[in-house]
C-alpha cells in the first residue's frame, strides 16, 4: 500500500526550529520529485519547498528562502523539511506530496501531486 507519513510537526515560539520528517512506503520514493506544503487555517495549501530526484535541485518560495532546507534520504524513503527562524505565519499543516512521474520544472503546483501525506500540524505562536 503506498503511503506518506509526515512527523516532527508540534508547537514553538517564533525563532525556534522544527524538523519534518516524510517517509514513504509501498514504493521507491528516489524515482520520484517531492514537495512539501503548507495550508494555513482558512487558506489554500501552498506549496513551500520542493526536490528533485537526485536531491541536488530544490525550489523555496521566498517567504522561507535562507531558513528552511529541503532534503531527501533515498535509503531512507525519506525526504525531510528543516525549518529555522519559524514565524507565526508558518502556522498550518504542513502536507508531503509525491510528485508524478514527467518532467516539470520546480516549483511543483498541487496539481502535479499524485499522493499525499496525512499533515503534520506545526503552531508557531508565544
Known amino acids: 500500500q503506498l503511503q506518506l507519513v509526515e512527523s516532527g510537526g508540534g508547537g514553538v515560539q517564533p525563532g525556534g526550529s522544527l524538523r519534518l520528517s516524510c517517509v514513504a512506503s509501498g514504493f521507491d520514493f528516489k524515482y520520484y520529485s517531492a514537495g512539501w506544503f503548507r495550508q494555513a487555517p482558512g487558506k489554500e495549501r501552498e506549496g513551500v519547498a520542493s526536490i528533485n530526484t537526485g536531491g541536488l535541485s530544490t525550489h523555496y518560495a521566498g517567504s522561507v528562502k535562507g531558513r528552511y532546507t529541503i532534503t531527501r534520504d533515498n535509503d531512507r524513503n525519506t525526504i525531510y523539511l528543516q525549518m529555522n527562524k519559524l514565524r507565526p505565519e508558518a502556522t498550518g499543516v504542513y502536507y508531503c506530496?509525491?510528485?508524478?512521474?514527467?518532467?516539470?520544472?520546480?516549483?511543483?503546483?498541487?496539481?502535479?501531486?499524485?499522493?499525499w501525506g496525512q499533515g503534520t500540524q506545526v503552531t508557531v505562536s508565544s
Open positions: 506530496g509525491r510528485k508524478r512521474s514527467g518532467r516539470a520544472t520546480q516549483p511543483y503546483p498541487r496539481e502535479l501531486i499524485d499522493y
